[in-house]
């Protein structure tokens, strides 16, 4: 069955600096999600990546995804403070079901 | 910018008791889903819908859980009889389609349910 798993699970850099989170699946996809949650709230669509696209970019956000490798990274650069959240892919998963990776949680220092 | 709308933010019940969650999906979609995130733990799925009806639910959604869409613009998951275990954040979300094009899944921003 479907699986998502997310690295590192948590990530610290300061303002300004590049961060990079990785996930990785067991099966194969037809596209990719990814989600940000500020601490106990809702969940915020960044941006969706088809199995057919390799990379896709939205403001300071870039996504790759190797399907050969069925993973996927979610690259924020320049970040700020306020990207201080959680970061979670989502995969669809059988009949209209998507599974989310188990997170990662990233702290911009100002 | 057309969202999804949850209420209540937050809802406090006393266990055994009955609690409806509702959300207001975004006006064109056609599927719904609610998820669960238990504080600290990851977001797992509960149930999707389409159609008028369940397409897909996991072990969590026991006989407890059940969903409807009663008017066409609601959609609502009640809990039975709630246990200290459905303490969650519960999440609806929903997406005008499942392939090809406009499948992205957008969330509301979940109704906090305290069980006592």
């Known amino acids: 069955s479907q699986q998502g798993e997310e690295d590192p699970q948590a990530l610290s850099i300061q303002e300004g600096e590049n961060a990079t989170m990785n996930c990785s699946y067991k099966?194969?996809?037809?596209?990719l999600q990814w989600y940000r949650q500020n601490s106990g709230r809702g969940l915020v669509h960044l941006i969706l990546i088809r199995s057919n696209e390799r990379e896709k970019h939205s403001g300071r956000l870039r996504v790759t995804l190797d399907t050969s490798k069925k993973s996927s990274s979610l690259l924020i650069t320049a970040s700020r403070a306020a990207d201080t959240a959680s970061y979670f892919c989502a995969l669809p998963s059988g009949t209209y079901k998507y599974i989310f990776g188990t997170g990662t949680r990233l702290k911009v220092l100002a | 910018e057309p969202e999804v709308t949850q209420t209540p933010s937050h809802q406090v019940t006393q266990m055994g008791q009955e609690v409806i969650l509702r959300c207001v999906p975004i006006?064109?979609?056609?599927?719904f889903y609610w998820y669960r995130q238990i504080l600290g733990q990851k977001v797992e799925f509960l149930v999707s819908f389409y159609n008028n009806e369940i397409s897909e639910k996991s072990e969590i959604f026991d006989d407890q859980f059940s969903v409807e869409r009663p008017d066409g613009s609601n959609f609502t998951l009640k809990i039975r009889s709630t246990k200290l275990e459905d303490s969650a954040m519960y999440f609806c979300?929903?997406?005008?389609?499942?392939?090809?094009?406009?499948?992205?899944?957008?969330f509301g921003q979940g109704t906090r349910l305290t069980v006592v």
């Open positions: 006006s064109n979609h056609l599927y």
């Open positions: 099966t194969s996809i037809n596209n």
């Open positions: 979300a929903s997406s005008e389609a499942w392939q090809g094009l406009n499948t992205e899944a957008f």
